[in-house]
């Protein structure tokens, strides 16, 4: 099994519905991120956590929300999901303490929002 | 602000060819600089991790190296293979929970 695991892979919605992507990890880190991906912007990150009461909005936050449901577990959500949210979403984790910081990818969603 | 350019967007080489990636970067107040490689329809692995204090790191065939002072670090890859072929990024850390990536280089690697 993956170390980081995302659900689900790919995701097709319509505009206004609301979307969960969840991201469960055995790493046992302590910290966990959810980024973004668009062809030629890179990667930007959304919301970190540093633990369960620890959330912090990353650069790009608006029109997402997130939940630190245990240490293991780290879900994005989209209340009411439009066009320009369509991209590839990353949920990575890294080890408090660890002075490298090295993030741990899970394997990715797409999201498409028609 | 920092900002992570990685040039040629995209490189096709044969082969068995020695090649060099670019990663340049605007702040030279970075911990780390990392290179990952993404294949396409997964996540991205961590290939190499070159702290501050260091010059360079060696996995196999892959050497990174880094200079601070001139904001660059260079992913070389020897012999290459087609296996190589996938979309690869660097990321610096600035600290506490900032990575900022580039936008990657796109290898691909003829038989």
């Known amino acids: 099994d993956a170390d980081v695991t995302q659900t689900p892979r790919n995701r097709i919605t319509k505009t206004g519905k609301r979307i969960m992507l969840e991201c469960s990890q055995t790493?046992?880190?302590?910290?966990m991120y959810w980024y973004r991906q668009d062809p030629g912007l890179g990667l930007r990150l959304i919301y970190y956590?540093?633990?369960?009461?620890?959330?912090n909005k990353g650069e790009i936050s608006d029109g997402y929300s997130v939940s630190r449901q245990a240490q293991a577990k780290f879900s994005l959500s989209l209340e009411s999901a439009i066009p320009n949210q369509t991209a590839l979403y990353f949920c990575?984790?890294?080890?408090?303490?660890?002075?490298?910081?090295?993030?741990?990818f899970g394997a990715g969603s797409r999201l498409t929002v028609l | 602000k920092q900002e992570v350019t990685q040039i040629p967007a995209a490189l096709s080489v044969p082969e068995g060819e020695n090649l060099v990636l670019n990663c340049s970067f605007t702040?030279?107040?970075?911990?780390?600089l990392q290179w990952f490689r993404q294949d396409p329809g997964k996540g991205l692995t961590s290939l190499l991790l070159?702290?501050?204090?260091?010059r360079e790191q060696t996995s196999g065939r892959l050497n990174a190296s880094l200079d601070k002072s001139s904001g660059r670090s260079t992913l070389y890859i020897a012999a290459s293979q087609p296996g190589d072929s996938a979309t690869y990024l660097c990321?610096?850390?600035?600290?506490?929970?900032?990575?900022?990536f580039g936008t990657g280089t796109r290898l691909k690697v003829l038989a």
């Open positions: 790493k046992g880190h302590d910290r």
């Open positions: 990575a984790t890294s080890e408090r303490g660890s002075g490298a910081n090295v993030l741990t």
């Open positions: 990321a610096v850390f600035a600290g506490t929970y900032k990575y900022i």
């Open positions: 702040d030279s107040a970075i911990y780390n």
């Open positions: 070159i702290q501050s204090s260091q």
């Open positions: 956590s540093f633990d369960v009461k620890d959330i």
